[in-house]
């Protein structure tokens, strides 16, 4: 995955979650949300795009609805830009 698709990938999933806190709509994927979430930060940080210590991982303690992984979700891809 090149820096430019994990961007993509993240800056979608800011948009699903957007429109799931303003309809309601798709917020079951949360969970597959958080796991491409999760996946993408892992690879930033093996590529040393990121500081591990800036991005959390998101789990179910920390991540309690949509808005969360959207908001993180834009903060990781603006990282990437």
Known sequence: MTKVE????????????????????LSEGRGYSMQTYNRIRMIAIKEEWIDELLFDELTDENCANMEIV????GLLAAALK
Do not use: C, K, Q
């Open 6 to 25: 994990a961007h993509n990938v993240l800056r979608a999933i800011y948009s699903i979650a957007e429109d799931t806190a303003l309809t309601g709509v």
């Open 70 to 73: 959207g908001v993180a979700a």
